[in-house]
């Protein structure tokens, strides 16, 4: 299994501004994930980071608003920018644990937009 | 139709009680199904894995898979307070590094 630090845990926002999240694995991972959950809702897929390659992002994000680095094998960075109150929601990310499909995640990054 | 549908609940129950949740899902190229437990204010943890069709067993949680039907579930015998939780069903095609497609949850609520 793979162990995930993600930070900042919350924040709150204005409109306008940027945030960015950071995603730490205690191993080499090739792949890792970002996703959204809104209330109620199940775990929407923004993007799936490969090392040494540009996110590939899903149907209905982009990568003007939702920027992602993926320097290393460890570590990954998500940005929201530009934010609206839309936006507000949990921001999580995953490990890929082989190519099985299992993934592991971090806490969250909780992230209100005023 | 959804890809993958799962009862939002709220399921109430009794401590001690058996506990089933499920899954419906419509691909049938699926073939390594997960459940994860989900604490309020933590992120998915990863409670049972299943590769095609069969029963898995841990501790006090079983998983079932009936891919011809397209539905698994996940049994908690004897339900502890401490299992209140939002439970999500996860599902992946496996080739490769595939991405996962999630149910909704369910929040399951034992009350002491």
């Known amino acids: 299994s793979a162990v995930i630090s993600q930070k900042p845990s919350r924040d709150i926002c204005q409109r306008g501004t940027s945030l960015t999240i950071q995603c730490q694995v205690d191993?080499?991972?090739?792949?890792m994930f970002w996703y959204r959950q809104q209330p109620g809702q199940s775990l929407t897929l923004i993007a799936t980071?490969?090392?040494?390659?540009?996110?590939?992002?899903e149907s209905g994000f982009v990568i003007d608003k939702f920027p992602i680095s993926r320097p290393n094998l460890t570590f990954s960075t998500l940005t929201v920018s530009n934010m609206s109150p839309e936006d507000s929601s949990i921001y999580l990310c995953?490990?890929?644990?082989?190519?099985?499909?299992?993934?592991?995640f971090g806490a969250g990054t909780r992230l209100s937009v005023l | 139709q959804k890809e993958v549908e799962q009862d939002p609940g709220p399921l109430s129950v009794p401590e001690g009680a058996i506990v089933s949740l499920n899954c419906t899902y419509s691909?049938?190229?699926?073939?390594?199904f997960m459940w994860y437990r989900q604490y309020s204010r933590k992120g998915p943890e990863l409670l049972m894995y299943?590769?095609?069709?069969g029963n898995k067993e841990d501790g006090r949680f079983t998983a079932q898979v009936d891919k011809s039907s397209k539905y698994i579930s996940l049994f908690i015998r004897d339900s502890q307070p401490s299992d209140s939780a939002t439970y999500l069903c996860?599902?992946?095609?496996?080739?490769?590094?595939?991405?996962?497609?999630f149910g909704k949850g369910t929040m399951l609520l034992v009350s002491p």
């Open positions: 980071a490969n090392q040494g390659s540009e996110a590939t992002y």
């Open positions: 691909n049938s190229a699926f073939q390594y």
């Open positions: 995953s490990a890929e644990g082989g190519n099985n499909g299992i993934q592991y």
């Open positions: 191993s080499q991972v090739t792949m």
């Open positions: 996860a599902m992946s095609e496996g080739s490769g590094y595939s991405t996962l497609t």
């Open positions: 299943t590769y095609s069709s």
